[in-house]
């Protein structure tokens, strides 16, 4: 009988890398010929409707009926001259992922009279039905119709013979049904904050922006053993699998050369990226061995968010052009390097000034130091809803497995900018500096930035790290939409700014000097977030105690983790700033509550059926043929078969047990289901299924791969971690 591992593993060999052509022209050339980007409006729209689109863009209004029509004629006149044929809005459910419904510009008005239309309404509002959609609570209570309506700071594209229209998705009575919505408040609500305390330093700055630059690893794994492993294609990781021998302890993987057959893919990838505006500026292998990352230069956050889910889509797509395909699972396989998403965030100017950048002199350090203590006060305040808003059933594999950011939230500075904190701290406590010792710090915050140049010792275990001129919220999960993670940020540092300037101008309203002011309310927020900086190694036991001894909290459950949405102070932050409503944050907590279930649920009923429908009939057969050859030498010696045999008694004993094991676990796990199944609150059955079930996964799993290392290779239906892992 044909094992469908060496059928797959067949075609593994034969297969020959891609030739991918690149285009005649150089990038700059076609960079963003796919995009509906300021130069084509210019070229394709009348100069009111183009402003008008720009002021909307700047100052988040609605367009305008009338301009809709004249913005969706130029639209659909460059469109076509790009090959699209259909539109779209594209949107981002609660699902995690993007969705579309394709329309036709097709127009009919009797035989022989079809032409494209492309009407103001079309573009700027869908109606797609919602209860298909998760919504939580909301979807009850509500209407199930939903609204997609265009968000013009995120341009049009064309992919294939569509055009794209990046929308936010909510429903029929205003509550936001995607990720996108709030994310877009919370831009708004730190843009205000932070030009509000950025008017202290300078008064032309109008505008302040959130950046992100986000880095995206993944794996990519050869299309015949990925179907050949039910596990992978329906879960997204292994369930089970030994170890290989050799996988990433030589750590020959990093930076190592790129395989021709990836590195077609990562060409063709390039090419598409590029058309779509995505500037792709590096590609690496990663840890693992299979395991890859790529970069973009970053981007205002919102569009930065919309091209990490497009980039996701063309790799799902292009992967499969090569014979891969592509995991963003955050731990695929047990023990080896998992998949993040470093989000590097940074807050910058209209004037063109990164704040979480030093300055040249000490009046722009002193607005460097405010953005950079403000950011760790906010992660501070804020950590179990920044933690909440990155765990999830796949995420929390990753987390804290020695390769990745620990379950506690802590700042890495380096040593320059954390001395300059300690400075500050301490030379302000002593009641009124003398003006000597102001002028010694005014020089200090002047010297930042060139002792920040010779700052190479990154940490690369930190969850929110300091990198120069950013922020980098390492704990994001590979398969994450930014969206959410982002606009929890934004919201916590928006809060904590608004509440920096008023305290600032409480003190100028009692008369102190403004520069006093702001060393005096600085002072306090990093006495106060002190804690949370930390400097050494994320990864050890140690850090785990001293973290507990601080207050820091550190919590691996998902249900619990995620329950932070709900706390007192993440309502009221949220509520606050309008970044969810009420019944917007219960449903939306219901939804990853659900998620949570639903995805342990999956996995559950995979490993069942794996473990008895796969491995263990597999194990018998296997069993058979010891016990046979126990038997025919029992034949051929007599009794001294016992010290001939004595190993494949022993095995045949392990065998034994290990299935019993095996098949009385994957019932208790149905029964324990069952029991979780019939709990009515959202938030008790996801417990049930964190508590109850899911810790059956690895226990069942635990005997399954001792198995496989038992069983002759030749009956084993999997492919194993050194196929899977060294195939490329
Ligand atoms: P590393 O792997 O060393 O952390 P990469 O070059 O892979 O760095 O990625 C760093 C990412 O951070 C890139 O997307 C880069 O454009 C982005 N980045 C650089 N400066 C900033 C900034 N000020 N704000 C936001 N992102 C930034
Ligand atoms: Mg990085």
Redesign the pocket.
């Known amino acids: 009988m044909a094992v469908i591992r060496f059928s797959a593993l067949e075609k593994v060999y034969d297969r020959k890398p891609v030739k991918i052509e690149p285009p005649s022209q150089k990038v700059s050339d076609y960079f963003g010929i796919n995009v509906f980007d300021e130069v084509k409006m210019q070229k394709y729209l009348s100069k009111d409707a183009y402003e008008h689109v720009k002021e909307s863009v700047v100052k988040g209004n609605p367009i305008d009926r009338k301009m809709a029509n004249a913005v969706a004629s130029g639209m659909k006149a460059w469109a076509m001259e790009r090959g699209a044929n259909h539109y779209t809005h594209w949107f981002q459910p609660l699902t995690g992922g993007t969705a579309e419904k394709h329309d036709a510009f097709l127009d009919f008005g009797g035989y022989k009279n079809v032409f494209e239309t492309f009407s103001g309404r079309a573009l700027s509002q869908q109606e797609p039905d919602a209860s298909s959609f998760p919504s939580g609570g909301l979807r009850n209570t509500f209407e199930a119709r939903g609204y997609t309506a265009w968000d013009p700071s995120s341009p049009a594209f064309v992919i294939d013979d569509t055009l794209s229209i990046p929308t936010i998705f909510i429903s029929y009575t205003g509550e936001a049904l995607d990720h996108k919505t709030p994310l877009l408040k919370s831009l708004n609500a730190v843009d205000e904050a932070a030009t509000r305390v950025c008017k202290y330093f300078d008064k032309n700055v109008s505008r302040v922006q959130a950046?992100?630059?986000?880095?995206q690893e993944y794996f990519l794994i050869d299309e015949a053993l990925y179907y050949a492993r039910p596990d992978l294609a329906l879960t997204g990781r292994t369930l089970m699998g030994h170890a290989s021998a050799k996988d990433q302890q030589l750590d020959d993987h990093y930076f190592s050369s790129i395989p021709e057959r990836v590195g077609a893919f990562m060409k063709e990838l390039e090419i598409e990226s590029y058309k779509l505006g995505i500037p792709l500026?590096?590609r690496h292998n990663e840890v693992a061995p299979n395991q890859y990352e790529l970069?973009?230069?970053?981007n205002e956050c919102n569009l930065a968010v919309d091209q990490n889910l497009l980039i996701m889509e063309l790799m799902k797509k292009i992967s499969r052009h090569h014979g891969f395909r592509v995991l963003f699972h955050e731990k695929p396989f047990k023990g080896v390097n998992g998949t993040g998403k470093?989000n590097?965030?940074?807050l910058s100017t209209d004037t063109g000034v990164?704040l979480?950048?030093p300055g040249k002199n000490p009046k722009s350090n002193l607005q460097f130091l405010t953005f950079i203590v403000n950011t760790i006060k906010a992660v501070y305040d804020h950590q179990d809803l920044l933690r909440a808003s990155i765990m999830t059933a796949t995420n929390h594999h990753r987390l804290g497995a020695n390769e990745a950011p620990p379950s506690i939230l802590s700042c890495f500075l380096g040593s320059e900018v954390s001395n300059m904190l300690d400075q500050i701290e301490e030379q302000v406590t002593s009641k009124k500096m003398t003006p000597d010792e102001k002028t010694e710090l005014k020089l200090d915050i002047g010297k930042i930035p060139e002792i920040l140049l010779d700052n190479t010792d990154r940490n690369r275990t930190s969850p929110f790290a300091f990198?120069g001129?950013?922020f980098?919220f390492r704990a994001v999960g590979g398969m994450a939409n930014c969206a959410t993670p982002m606009a929890i940020l934004n919201a916590a540092v928006a809060d904590q700014l608004n509440y920096f300037s008023r305290e600032v101008d409480k003190l100028i309203d009692k008369g102190v000097k403004k520069d006093e002011a702001i060393f005096q309310v600085l002072r306090k927020q990093i006495i106060a977030s002190k804690v949370i900086r930390f400097e050494g190694d994320n990864y050890s036991e140690e850090w785990s105690r001293e973290a507990a001894k601080r207050g820091l909290t550190n919590i691996t459950d998902v249900p619990e983790s995620i329950k932070a949405f709900l706390s007192d102070s993440s309502k009221k932050l949220l509520f606050d700033l309008g970044i969810y409503g009420d019944m917007e944050l219960e449903g939306r907590v219901e939804v990853m509550m659900e998620n949570y279930i639903l995805k342990v649920q999956i996995e559950a009923r995979v490993l069942g059926d794996l473990a008895i429908n796969h491995i263990v009939p597999t194990v018998v057969k296997y069993q058979n043929v010891l016990m046979d050859n126990v038997t025919r030498l029992k034949d051929l010696y007599g009794e001294n078969y016992k010290e001939l045999s004595g190993n494949r008694t022993e095995l045949i004993k392990e065998i034994s047990e290990r299935i019993t094991k095996i098949k009385a676990m994957v019932n208790e796990m149905v029964e324990e289901r069952k029991v979780a199944n019939r709990i009515d609150s959202a938030y008790e059955r996801a417990n049930a299924y964190s508590k109850k079930v899911f810790p059956y996964l690895e226990n069942i799993r635990y005997h399954i791969d001792k198995l496989e290392l038992i069983v002759d290779d030749e009956m084993w239906p999997l492919p194993k971690y050194r196929e899977l892992l060294f195939s490329n």
């Open positions: 950046n992100l630059g986000w880095e500026k590096t970069a973009p230069i970053f470093h590097n965030w940074s990164i979480h950048s990198t001129n950013r980098e």
